[in-house]
């Protein structure tokens, strides 16, 4: 059963940075796209970042050019570098194989942005 522990979440202003870290129990964890999800209070979750197998990367259009998602295959670990944050960005982060796997979601970690 593959896990994930999201970490990093914090209370910042608007304009700010915070890396979120997640870490995988897999040990095939270099052969999966890896993905940050986020769920907003009353909306359902979206996939806004993802890294593919050999590093090419996609994101959301509302993030893209403020967040970076990057993955440690040695350390089976993900981040997800944010910069420029919004209120809108306010969420529970996730991170994900994708497509997800349904049994494997954690705990996420809470990124609440301030005006």
């Known amino acids: 059963q593959v896990q994930f522990v999201e970490s990093g979440g914090a209370l910042v202003q608007a304009g700010g940075s915070l890396r979120l870290s997640c870490a995988a129990s897999?040990?095939?964890?270099?052969?999966?796209?890896m993905g940050w999800y986020r769920q907003a209070p009353g909306k359902q979750r979206e996939l806004v970042a993802t890294?593919?197998?050999?590093?090419?990367?996609r994101y959301v259009d509302s993030v893209k050019g403020r967040f970076t998602i990057s993955r440690d295959n040695a350390k089976n670990t993900v981040y997800l570098q944010m910069n420029s944050l919004k209120p809108e960005d306010t969420a529970v982060y996730y991170c994900?194989?994708?497509?997800?796997?349904?049994?494997?979601w954690g705990q996420g970690t809470q990124v609440t942005v301030s005006s």
């Open positions: 994900n194989m994708v497509p997800s796997r349904a049994r494997s």
């Open positions: 897999v040990t095939t964890f270099s052969n999966y796209a």
């Open positions: 890294i593919l197998t050999g590093g090419s990367t």
